[in-house]
């Protein structure tokens, strides 16, 4: 299921979308504040730092070789532990850590590493709607607009991730199609609607 967001904005008088045309710089802006670009990592993997214990590890668990591949990647840091239990025999265990690079992309909301930026390029069409932002608002409007990706880090291209990831192609060239619904209750006031279903889903 989609799961979508309404993002409230006042409206001055200096916005075009006030005047019942659509802002690009406003749709921008919603877009800004959502990460669609993220490789979420399994609720057993995080929060780091993360101990995974030997003996927990299942043959046919993929967990810790996906972990393996952001440590690679620079994104991530292991180092083997050994833990002494209360009965005094030894377990062994690995911890993960976010790298310093890590940081810098690792989103706790969405629980994994996002990346990137969505550029809207141009607003090619719009068109009414019966949806209405409540029974005094005015008819909204449907938004047709192209977007591409830019600022895509040579980590989040690597191959091995398709292992575990549906992705979309991160060509900064290519432009892409999506819709928004712009609402306009009053003059004063406008909001959009945008889709928050993530770019990157698990397989």
Partial sequence: MKLKTLFMLLCGLSLVACDNNINK????????????????LPE???PFPKDIFDDNIVEDNLNDELVDI????????????SITKLDGSLTYAT??????????YFNPEKGGFCFGN???????KTESS?????????????????????DIPDWAKDKRLTQYYITPSLNT???YD??????????????????????????
């Fill in 70 to 81: 952001f440590v690679d990647l620079n994104l991530l840091t292991k180092r083997k532990l």
């Fill in 130 to 150: 019966p949806t209405r932002y409540n029974q005094r608002s005015r008819t909204s409007r449907l938004v047709y607009y192209h977007y591409s990706f830019s």
């Fill in 178 to 203: 999506a819709k928004a619904i712009h609402y306009q209750p009053s003059l004063y006031f406008s909001s959009f609607e945008v889709d928050k279903t993530p770019l990157i889903q698990p397989r």
């Fill in 25 to 40: 710089d406003e749709l921008q802006s919603i877009i800004n504040k959502n990460q669609p670009l993220c490789y979420s």
């Fill in 118 to 124: 969505i550029k809207v390029n141009d607003v090619y």
């Fill in 173 to 175: 060239e290519r432009l």
């Fill in 44 to 46: 057993e993997v995080r």
């Fill in 95 to 104: 911890r993960y850590r976010l790298s310093q690079e890590g940081k810098t």
